[in-house]
């Protein structure tokens, strides 16, 4: 990000995505291993320094962090104001919908405690800017469709093809 920021400088605000320089995108899943669950202080406190400015100046470099949690309680994710894009699936309890999308989504009609077990796949976006959330549906993906993908589309090994043998003396 650091290396991009010099770059840019001075020339354009964004980035925009190259074959030499691509968007990068930092998944972390389960988010609250880094920022909740790390007992040493020092190490705790460097994480959550370079995962604040990954968030807060990153996107105009081309470097995103997509971060997956299951407790969205402020000490377990306290830089989670700073994700300008927040997407929640089913929770078990109300307060959650604040907690992930901000005070008053539930009541515009957020209400990710009552998703129905049979509707895999469906969520509430917040947004940076939008006060309304947006209620969606992803396309629900079974680990057998993994397994299926990965067996269909798996590298094929290179046949290498016998010929004469030429003197190259």
């Known amino acids: 990000m650091r290396r991009r920021q010099v770059t840019l400088r001075g ?8 074959v030499a320089e691509p968007l990068i995108v930092v998944v972390i899943d389960e988010l ?3 920022t909740a669950y790390v007992v040493d202080r020092d190490a705790k406190r460097r ?3 370079a995962l604040s400015l990954l968030l807060s100046q990153g996107r105009a470099v081309g470097v995103s962090v997509v971060g997956a949690v299951q407790d969205p309680r402020k000490d377990v994710v306290s830089m989670r104001d700073l994700f300008p894009t927040r997407i929640l699936l089913r929770v078990t309890e109300p307060e959650h919908v ?13 209400r990710a405690d009552l998703i129905d ?3 895999p796949g469906v969520a509430y976006i917040g947004q ?3 006060s309304e959330p947006v209620r969606v549906r992803f396309t629900h993906v079974t680990d057998h469709d993994i397994t299926a993908l990965t067996q269909r589309y798996a590298p ?6 016998a010929g ?3 003197d190259v003396a």
Do not use: F, N
């Open 156 to 161: 094929r090994p290179l046949i290498a093809v």
């Open 128 to 130: 940076d800017g939008m």
């Open 164 to 166: 004469p043998v030429q």
């Open 32 to 34: 609250a291993s880094l």
């Open 11 to 18: 020339r354009t605000r964004l980035h925009t995505p190259t």
């Open 98 to 110: 604040a907690l992930t999308l901000g005070q008053g989504a539930r009541d515009r009609g957020a």
């Open 47 to 49: 994480i959550t320094a």
């Open 117 to 119: 077990e049979a509707t």
